[in-house]
C-alpha cells in the first residue's frame, strides 16, 4: 500500500510551480468586447490613444473666472452649453456661468463655486459679486490630468475588473486582447456516486463536486468541462485521461487519490506525461491525500472525493493555479479579523483549515465602541457539505500549533 510523504501546503505548491513553467505554455489570445471583459486577462500592455480628460473640466455648478478677479463684483459673459465646446472667452472682470463637467473657457483659470456666489440681479447673467478669494486651477481638472496621451494605463496580466472596464471604454476602446480561458476537465469518480438530478438508493450518493468546482473554475477564468461519473475501474480512469490531455489545459480528478486498492488516480496520473507526480500527500486538513502533477505541461490535480475537501483544496490551490495559467496573479481573498468565540483543538502537525460564521458583537467593548466580528466555529466532517453553507469563511490554525484559545483574533477568509 502506498503511503503519503507529506510535505506544507506552501512547499506543495511551490514544487508545482517550479516544474509548471508558464512562461512556455501556449500564450493563445482573443479579442472580446470590453463590456463583456469582466474577470479577464490583459494580454497586451494598454496605452491611451487620447489625453484624459479631453479639455479642461468643472468639476462643479457655479462661475468660470480669473482667480485674480476674486472676490470682488464680475459681469457674466455668458453660460457654457453642456457637450460642446465653448468659444467662450474670460477676461478679468469676467465671469461665465458653467455646469459640472463643462468646458472651462479660454482665459479663465478657476471656477468658483454657486454657493460662494452672490446674485446682484434675478437671472444670474448679469453680475454677480464673488464672495471668496480663488486660487487658479480651483474646481477644475486639467486636460489630462487622468491620463496623458500615449501613457499605459494597463498592463499585461491585469485581470479586469469594474473599474477596468469602465476606463477602457473612458479612452474609446471597446474591445479588448485577453488570454484565452484555459480549459479544465472535471473528472468525479465512484461507484456510489450518481448525477445530482438522481433519485438516490441506500448507499449512494449525489455528484455535487463536478458542479461546485465548475463554478469556482469559471469564477476564476477558467471553463469547467464536465466528464461525467467514473465507475471504480482503471480502464476508465485512463480512457478519461488520455481524453483529457487532448481537451484541456488543466485536469482535476475528483476521488481516488488515496490510498486503498480501489484509488487509480496516482498510477494513472503518473502514466499521463512528464514530469508525473511532484506531491502525493499535503500536510493539511482537510486534504491530505491530495496529489499534484505536471503531465506534459498541463497541471494535473487528484482532489479528495469528499465535498469539503474538496472545495477547500480546489479554493486554496486549483484557483491560483488557474490565475498563473493565465499569466495573472491570484486575486486578494476577501479577509476580516474577528475574534474567536470558543477553543479549537487542532492537529500540531497539519495545516489545519476550519469553517466559521461570522457575527458582529459589542460585548467586551467599550461603551461608544463599534462592534467587532465574532467568529464561531462550525462543526464539521469532510463529508458536510452544509458546514460550508453555514459558514461566512475560514479560519488557518498553522503547523505546529494544536489549539487557537477563544478570545484569540484570526484572519477569516472569507467564502466569496
Given at each position: 500500500m502506498r503511503t503519503f510523504d507529506l510535505l506544507s501546503p506552501a512547499d506543495a505548491l511551490a514544487k508545482l510551480y517550479g516544474a509548471l513553467d508558464v512562461s512556455r505554455l501556449p500564450a493563445q489570445t482573443e479579442v472580446v468586447p470590453a463590456v463583456s471583459a469582466r474577470n479577464r486577462v490583459l494580454a497586451r500592455d494598454v496605452a491611451?490613444?487620447?489625453p484624459l480628460p479631453e479639455f479642461r473640466r468643472s468639476t462643479v455648478d457655479g462661475y468660470a473666472v480669473r482667480a485674480g478677479s476674486?472676490?470682488?463684483?464680475l459681469?457674466?459673459?455668458g453660460e457654457v452649453?453642456?457637450?460642446?465646446?465653448?468659444?467662450?472667452r474670460v477676461k478679468l472682470g469676467d465671469a461665465a456661468l458653467i455646469h459640472t463637467g463643462g468646458n472651462v473657457p479660454e482665459g479663465a483659470d478657476a471656477v468658483v463655486m454657486v454657493e460662494q456666489v452672490k446674485?446682484?440681479?434675478q437671472s444670474g447673467l448679469g453680475k454677480i459679486q464673488t464672495q471668496t478669494q480663488a486660487s487658479p486651477g480651483d474646481n477644475t481638472i486639467r486636460q489630462g490630468e487622468d491620463v496623458q496621451q500615449g501613457e499605459i494605463v494597463m498592463r499585461a496580466g491585469a485581470r479586469l475588473r469594474e473599474p477596468e472596464i469602465g476606463g477602457l471604454l473612458s479612452i474609446g476602446m471597446t474591445e479588448v486582447e485577453v488570454y484565452r480561458k484555459p480549459r479544465v476537465a472535471l473528472i468525479a469518480s465512484g461507484d456510489e456516486v450518481v448525477p445530482a438530478?438522481?433519485?438516490?438508493q441506500p448507499g449512494q450518493v449525489r455528484n455535487i463536486n463536478t458542479p461546485m468546482l465548475a463554478a469556482l473554475v469559471e469564477r476564476n477564468g477558467g471553463v469547467a468541462l464536465d466528464y461525467g461519473i467514473l465507475p471504480d475501474s482503471r480502464f476508465a480512469f485512463e480512457e478519461a485521461a488520455a481524453r483529457a490531455m487532448q481537451e484541456a489545459d488543466m485536469v482535476v480528478f475528483m476521488a481516488g487519490s488515496s490510498v486503498s486498492e480501489r484509488d487509480f488516480t496516482p498510477d494513472v496520473v503518473d502514466g499521463m506525461g512528464k514530469p508525473g507526480i511532484l506531491v502525493h500527500g499535503i500536510a493539511f486538513r482537510p486534504g491530505k491525500p491530495t496529489l499534484f502533477a505536471v503531465a506534459d505541461g498541463r497541471p494535473v490535480f487528484g482532489l479528495p472525493g469528499n465535498p469539503v475537501s474538496a472545495f477547500v483544496t480546489a479554493s486554496l490551490f486549483v484557483a491560483p493555479t488557474l490565475w498563473r495559467m493565465q499569466h495573472a496573479v491570484a486575486p486578494m481573498?476577501?479577509?476580516?479579523?474577528?475574534?474567536?468565540?470558543k477553543d479549537v483543538r487542532s492537529p500540531g502537525d497539519l495545516e489545519h483549515w476550519f469553517p466559521v460564521n461570522l457575527s458582529q458583537t459589542a460585548e467586551g467593548q467599550p461603551h461608544g465602541s463599534p462592534p467587532v466580528w465574532s467568529a464561531e466555529p462550525v462543526a464539521t466532517k469532510s463529508n458536510l457539505i452544509f458546514s460550508l453553507v453555514r459558514a461566512s469563511g475560514l479560519v488557518c490554525a498553522p503547523i505546529g500549533m494544536d489549539r487557537l484559545a477563544a478570545g484569540a483574533t484570526v484572519d477569516v477568509r472569507l467564502l466569496d
Open positions: 491611451s490613444p487620447i476674486t472676490p470682488g463684483v459681469r457674466v459673459v452649453r453642456m457637450g460642446e465646446l465653448t468659444r467662450l446674485f446682484l440681479d438530478e438522481a433519485e438516490t481573498p476577501g479577509q476580516v479579523k474577528a475574534v474567536l468565540s
